[in-house]
């Protein structure tokens, strides 16, 4: 594999942005759609200020190792997922579900999903939300497909994600969602919310993540019993 290039995520996006499917985000998004977006494309920049403190160094690392072929990484990393970047178990999750463990790699997806979301809604800046969009694109082109194919697969899944993520406790700075906003190239102040806000922010989101989750399985449902008659 490429090796990444050394800032956390803006190559990666931009590669990974590309042309998707017209359907990719729908079919990746599956427990609820992203509603914000709006942050243009953009090339790696140099973080400056507030931005250039966010230490996302571990995590880049281990997207390095696991780009380089280092077999030991992906273990290293389920040993301690909290202290791990979002991005780090989206690319995770795929190599896990390519090479056939597909709940274990649906499981990570979803969890990284869940909190890349939950650090989106932390930021002031609402271009961030279009960063877990091109993740999404890019990790869920088949994951998202399978999951929508055993609904209720997809369902205990998530909620095996919901309750994992409400008993750990996380590692990672959420600020590096901050490094994927438009904020980062003008800006030197990062606009985020309080830490004592963090945890508060998280249950939120699990529960409009559960909320959507439901309405998904629903319309699925409903197109299920439509087809039948």
């Not at 956390?8 to 729908?26: E, F, I, R, S, T």
């Not at 690392?61 to 280092?70: E, F, N």
């Not at 961030?128 to 899944?157: C, D, M, Y």
């Amino acid at each position: 594999m490429k090796k990444l290039s050394p800032l956390l995520l803006c190559a990666l996006l931009a590669a990974c942005a590309g042309k998707p499917d017209a359907g990719a985000d729908a079919k990746a998004d599956t427990p609820s759609q992203s509603t914000r977006n709006g942050a243009q494309e953009q090339g790696p920049v140099t973080p400056k200020g507030e931005f250039a403190q966010i230490d996302v160094s571990r995590s880049q690392q281990a997207m390095d190792d696991i780009t380089g072929g280092k077999a030991d990484t992906i273990n290293t990393i389920l040993q301690r997922p909290n202290d791990y970047a979002p991005p780090v178990l989206y690319l995770m999750s795929a190599i896990m579900f390519d090479n056939d463990y597909q709940d274990q790699g649906t499981f990570w997806y979803y969890a990284a999903q869940l909190r890349a979301r939950s650090d989106a809604n932390k930021s002031g800046d609402e271009t961030t939300h279009a960063a877990v969009s091109r993740l999404n694109q890019r990790f869920g082109v088949r994951i998202g497909p399978h999951s929508l194919g055993n609904p209720e697969r997809l369902k205990a899944i998530v909620n095996q994600v919901l309750k994992w993520d409400s008993e750990q406790t996380r590692n990672y700075d959420p600020r590096w969602i901050a490094l994927q906003g438009q904020d980062v190239v003008t800006e030197t102040q990062v606009d985020f919310a309080p830490r004592e806000k963090w945890q508060e922010i998280d249950a939120l989101t699990r529960n409009q993540y559960r909320q959507g989750l439901e309405q998904a399985l629903n319309e699925i449902r409903a197109r299920q019993s439509e087809q039948a008659q």
